[in-house]
């Protein structure tokens, strides 16, 4: 499973951005789809994903600002950010995981810089 991040930037408070990743590979057996960010400093966190079971979850400092959303036949998922503060100023990782043959397998994308900052 490769995937492709785009979209990052400079944006000032209260701004919006769209984040899409892209996805290839063998991505039939993929489980679970998201969003994970890391500012500098700090250990990564789960920004929003759609889990196992079809639902989605977000972070709370997240909730009602940020919306997840994919394509199943164009095999790219989105992160739709609005009201930024300068506390979402992090890189932003698409992850993927699946479930094949008894194991768990992690994906990462190549990560996009979001800067919030007037």
């Known amino acids: 499973v490769q995937l492709q991040a785009s979209g990052g930037g400079l944006v000032q408070p209260g701004g919006s951005l769209r984040l899409s990743c892209a996805a290839s590979?063998?991505?039939?057996?993929?489980?679970?789809m998201g969003w994970y960010r890391q500012a500098p400093g700090k250990q990564r966190e789960l920004v929003a994903d759609?889990?196992?079971?079809?639902?989605?979850r977000y972070a709370d400092s997240v909730k009602g600002r940020f919306t997840i959303s994919r394509d199943n036949a164009k095999n790219t998922m989105s992160l739709q950010m609005n009201t930024l503060k300068p506390e979402d100023t992090a890189v932003y990782y698409c992850?993927?995981?699946?479930?094949?043959?008894?194991?768990?397998?992690?994906?990462w994308g190549q990560g996009t810089q979001v800067t919030v900052s007037s």
């Open positions: 590979g063998s991505i039939f057996s993929i489980n679970v």
């Open positions: 992850n993927a995981e699946k479930y094949e043959l008894g194991k768990w397998y992690t994906y």
């Open positions: 759609f889990t196992s079971g079809g639902s989605t």
